[in-house]
């Protein structure tokens, strides 16, 4: 079996600022995915990435970049943290193009903004 | 574009009565794949079950679903709710035709007591 590390579990930022979240997939998956959680909005899909440094916007990608400079990680990036955003943002990788069906999700990374 | 309905965001239950969490649909394609994910407190979100054949019941761990094209419907259930049920349930379409992206419902956090 296979894991899907995120880094870090817990960031606090400040109004503004730029943070960076981290995926690590061993999985060899060819494809990646940045969701975002919030209650009662269910996962929105940020971007995702269907090999090495392929990069598609989902639904919520304004706000936010990313970067796939291996098959293994893909960050994400906030580009300017909105004061008092709370959520959860979740990393998945699937073994094929992004229409195969099963993703296996990271443990997540809570956000918090000053 | 495609859009997936839970209709409700807490059903709460006793241990030991029915479980049965409502997902709908939408799409403009014939081919759908829907799909449960449960995520408990302090793990991933994982795959619970999945379908794409219309009227055939699928089973994953005690919970079963079957998907009914005629009424656009992928309702999980299960007979018997156990304490350890309590999670967040995400039912998730995917529409081949489409862009091949997962969508995913609100979300119904299920909350079985003693």
């Known amino acids: 079996g296979g894991i899907i590390t995120q880094t870090p579990k817990f960031l606090i930022g400040q109004e503004g600022q730029k943070l960076t979240l981290k995926c690590q997939q061993n999985f060899n998956h060819d494809t990646m995915y940045w969701y975002r959680q919030d209650s009662g909005k269910g996962l929105r899909l940020i971007y995702y990435?269907?090999?090495?440094?392929?990069?598609q916007k989902g639904d919520l990608s304004e706000g936010y970049d990313a970067s796939r400079e291996k098959k293994s990680s893909f960050s994400l990036t906030v580009t300017s943290a909105q004061k008092n955003e709370m959520a959860v943002f979740l990393c998945?990788?699937?073994?094929?193009?992004?229409?195969?069906?099963?993703?296996?999700f990271g443990s997540g990374t809570r956000l918090t903004v000053l | 574009g495609d859009s997936v309905t839970q209709k409700e965001g807490l059903v709460t239950l006793t241990e030991g009565l029915p479980v049965m969490l409502n997902c709908t649909y939408q799409t403009i394609y014939s081919n759908a794949f829907l799909f449960w994910y449960v995520h408990y407190l302090n793990e991933s979100p994982r795959l619970l079950l999945k379908?794409?054949?219309?009227?055939k019941r699928t089973e994953h761990q005690g919970f079963h679903a079957t998907l009914h094209k005629s009424s656009s419907s992928f309702h999980l259930q299960k007979s018997s709710a156990q304490l350890s049920d309590s999670a967040l349930y995400y039912c998730?379409?995917?529409?081949?035709?489409?862009?091949?992206?997962?969508?995913f419902g609100q979300g119904t956090v299920l909350s079985v007591i003693p």
């Open positions: 990435s269907i090999t090495e440094n392929d990069l």
């Open positions: 998730a379409l995917m529409a081949t035709g489409g862009n091949n992206k997962l969508t």
């Open positions: 998945a990788s699937s073994i094929g193009g992004p229409s195969a069906e099963t993703l296996y």
């Open positions: 379908s794409s054949t219309d009227n």
